[in-house]
């Protein structure tokens, strides 16, 4: 029997790939366990077999339970022993450790191998799902390639070799694309999952990732570090967008990426079930990087709210539907692809938005500033839009607008500063509105404090003294001693009104 258990071991070890120490404490567990069935009890077993002979001893053991406390019990007599017991016998002994006393050992016959098979397998396939995730965690945003096992529901299977598989879920698969059993295919690596199953690789064929990858696989140059590619988007199976950059002023971006002939590119293509993909010049300027990422379509003008982060692109009217593209795929693969919100519209559409805009804006700084149209039209035209760039911008800019002296820019930012002002207080007087009723007329508080209640959820003086000390001590600034004495001042107001009725 000995040497039947090493010899189990070292065959299952050497063909599951296995450390013969997991097969070990595979056997011990499955001995133990059928030791117990033996006994027909709850008695907790210990085998402990000897890695080099293959010989094994049974124990019988007790977990030493402190009763130190007077309402401890013995749960289980059968697996647990008191510490003043167990340290009659074993003076040093503490309290979570065992007490041991051999027993005989059961034959490794029939029932204890079924049961340390199956044991085994538990322990075999633990150790492999380990192994994968050890293998794969590391490897989450690469390219992996796999042969395709099985599609069940649009879900398709891929063995990537070495006891690992993976899923392409139907959501991550090019639409329209058809796979067959045996297939060859790549994926980008977008997470390994832990579940109680086992680790379950997610691979996706529609992450822009994925593009990136074999690019850097096809272009050499990437590899090199005289090209890089800095982002990238996506209609899977259709259209995609990738941005390139060159490092070495002797290297071509497009070009490198494109290949002699378009080999590279179509390459890439191919792999992507026809994805045809423009190849971007990235600019560090956000315009010139749009411009560039309209392509084909020519841009007339751009207009840039940074507030919103948005772009006007104009373009002419015949080239309107090449700038949106079917289905607005161009304008969306260009927006993905400089993270800007692109809007495009003709030239004509463009000069009437931008003239609505300069009235808008000529009629707030003449209303605003109580100035006259001409000097408003010259603040528009230099570029301004709000009163507060007009208020704070340096005093040397408005003297450099022709026709502006140092009187007159004084009294714009007079005139703008005291706008923003009135704007403040009116806002002020918008929150005093929302102080439902009298938080004022608490002695003690200020607008500034009111101000802080209602936002907490205190907005009359009925609801501050229904509070707590801890709780209004929750308000920024506040200690114990004021937020006593201002809840007793609004419990004052509940005596009054007692004495009123």
Avoid at 7 to 16: A, D, G, Y
Avoid at 116 to 137: G, S
Avoid at 198 to 203: A, C, D, E, F
Avoid at 455 to 472: C, F, P, R, T, Y
Wanted: proline share 3%.
């Amino acid at each position: 029997m000995s040497k039947e258990i090493i010899l189990v071991v070292e065959t299952v070890s050497n063909e599951k790939g296995i450390d013969q120490e997991i097969i070990f404490e595979a056997l011990e567990a499955a001995l133990a366990s059928a030791t117990q069935k033996k006994y027909n009890g709850d008695i907790d077993v210990r085998v402990e077999i000897d890695r080099g002979t293959g010989d094994y001893r049974t124990f019988r053991r007790w977990m030493v339970v402190d009763d130190s406390a007077e309402d401890t019990e013995i749960e289980n007599p059968d697996a647990e022993i008191s510490l003043s017991e167990a340290q009659q016998r074993y003076p040093d002994i503490q309290a979570g450790e065992y007490v041991e006393e051999p027993i005989e050992s059961i034959a490794f016959g029939r029932i204890a191998a079924q049961m340390a098979k199956q044991v085994i397998m538990q322990k075999v396939r633990e150790a492999e799902r380990q192994k994968v995730v050890e293998l794969y965690q590391d490897r989450v945003g690469e390219l992996v390639t796999g042969t395709v096992k099985r599609v069940d529901r649009g879900n398709v299977f891929i063995d990537l070799g070495g006891g690992a598989d993976a899923i392409i879920p139907r959501e991550e698969m090019i639409p329209r694309e058809t796979v067959r059993v045996g297939d060859r295919i790549r994926g980008y690596l977008k997470e390994v999952r832990t579940e109680t199953r086992g680790p379950q690789l997610v691979v996706s064929r529609t992450a822009p990732e994925l593009i990136v990858r074999l690019f850097e696989l096809e272009v050499p140059e990437v590899e090199e570090g005289s090209l890089s590619i800095v982002t990238a988007a996506r209609d899977p199976g259709s259209r995609a967008k990738i941005a390139v950059q060159s490092k070495d002023s002797r290297v071509d971006p497009v070009g490198a990426c494109v290949g002699m002939r378009g080999s590279r590119v179509q390459t890439v293509s191919n792999e992507l079930a026809g994805e045809r993909v423009d190849i971007i010049l990235w600019d560090e300027s956000p315009v010139q990087f749009v411009i560039n990422a309209m392509a084909p379509a020519e841009v007339k003008s751009i207009v840039v709210d940074e507030d919103s982060h948005s772009m006007d692109i104009a373009v002419a009217e015949e080239q309107l539907a090449q700038a949106i593209g079917r289905g607005g795929q161009n304008i969306t693969l260009a927006s993905k692809l400089t993270g800007w919100e692109l809007n495009v519209m003709t030239e004509e559409e463009a000069e009437e938005k931008a003239s609505v805009e300069t009235e808008r804006l000529q009629k707030m700084f003449a209303e605003q500033l109580d100035i006259d149209d001409d000097v408003a039209a010259i603040l528009v035209s230099e570029g301004f839009v709000s009163i507060d760039e007009v208020a704070y911008v340096p005093e040397q800019e408005l003297l450099a607008i022709e026709g502006f002296d140092e009187a007159l820019v004084e009294e714009l930012r007079n005139r703008s500063q005291d706008a923003l002002l009135t704007k403040a207080i009116a806002e002020e007087e918008n929150l005093d509105s929302e102080i439902v009723g009298d938080l004022l007329d608490v002695e003690g508080i200020d607008f500034d404090l009111a101000s802080k209640m209602v936002s907490h959820g205190i907005k009359n003086k009925d609801e501050l003294a229904e509070q707590s000390v801890d709780e209004l001590m929750e308000l920024e600034g506040m200690d114990e001693e004021r937020a006593g004495k201002l809840i007793m001042a609004a419990r004052e107001f509940w005596f009054a009104d007692g004495d009123d009725e």
